[in-house]
């Protein structure tokens, strides 16, 4: 692996600041990455953010394709003559924004592998993005910093606990892989970062439920978190006033004294299967994603 800066430097290139460009500089965690998503001859990788080739490299090593989206054209030129350096043929570099990109038509009949070192600017976008097309992805190994990693992955009741947890929660599970030092990259963020391993899944025959639905009632509870949900969900939601909010959650089991952050993605759930027994269709056409 041709250290970051040595690379740049010969290619009279400068990292972009405003397109999150840090570049992994420490090949034993590249290593971690691709060992978490225990490829296989078989698989079929999409890389988010290939940059200088940091993971590309090691992930065509052992998939039987590798789909490295950059969005840099400067960066997509350099790796195009890396990879020809190491003679890899089984890659194909997509050179555009990957909030645009579709992976349902990237993916085999078995699904996609995902790779990235996610620049911070988009991380949260890239999350719902996956979650929105998971039905064609398998797993996701993903470098975050570490305050987005820890609030995917964050327990009920603890200040990390959000919106973007319970979403990812109710249809993935979440592993962390490793911590990342902010040494490990050039130029040095002023964050460390963490990678976690997302396996997307069905939820449970008895956590099922809407999720436009679903979605609305998350981003009114967490809207005003410092709020009881009672207010949160009469703020929120037009077809709420305090005292539908208040008998909502109280026949959904939930005291409406709570706040979002102490529900379990279950509670969402059965006051999402709630709030739909009331307003039906309604509730899903007014979905806002």
């Known amino acids: 692996m041709t250290a970051p800066r040595t690379l740049l430097k010969a290619w009279q290139l400068k990292p972009r600041k405003n397109m999150g460009q840090n570049f992994l500089t420490d090949p034993r965690v590249a290593g971690a990455i691709v060992s978490a998503a225990a490829l296989s001859a078989e698989d079929t990788v999409a890389e988010i953010g290939a940059g200088l080739g940091a993971l590309t490299i090691p992930a065509a090593g052992v998939a039987r394709r590798v789909i490295a989206i950059e969005k840099d054209i400067r960066l997509a030129e350099l790796l195009k003559t890396e990879l020809a350096v190491c003679r890899f043929e089984n890659v194909d570099i997509l050179s555009r924004d990957v909030l645009t990109c579709d992976f349902t038509s990237m993916a085999p009949p078995r699904g996609l592998k995902v790779l990235g070192n996610l620049p911070y600017n988009i991380s949260s976008q890239v999350v719902i993005r996956l979650i929105d097309q998971r039905r064609s992805i ?24 959000g919106r973007l947890s319970v979403l990812l929660q109710y249809c993935a599970t979440i592993e962390t892989v490793c911590l ?8 040095r963020p002023k964050v460390d970062s963490m990678v ?21 009632i998350v ?36 005291d ?3 706040r979002a952050e102490t529900l379990s993605v279950a509670e969402f759930v059965a006051l999402t299967n709630r709030f739909r027994e009331d307003f039906g269709k309604r509730a899903s056409g007014h979905c806002r994603q």
Do not use: C, H, W
């Open 196 to 216: 976690i391993r997302i396996d997307f899944r069905k939820p449970p025959a008895g956590l099922r439920t809407d999720e436009k639905v679903l979605r609305r």
């Open 180 to 187: 990342v030092p902010a040494s490990a990259f050039y130029p």
């Open 219 to 254: 981003r009114a509870a967490f809207g005003r978190r410092r709020k009881t949900l009672r207010n949160s969900l009469a703020g929120g939601l037009g077809e709420l006033d305090s005292e539908k909010a208040g008998r909502l959650l109280t026949e959904a089991g939930i």
């Open 256 to 258: 409406p004294r709570r």
């Open 138 to 161: 398998r797993t996701a190994v993903l470098m975050f910093q570490k305050e987005l990693a820890r609030r995917l992955a964050a327990a009920p009741g603890s200040k990390s606990y």
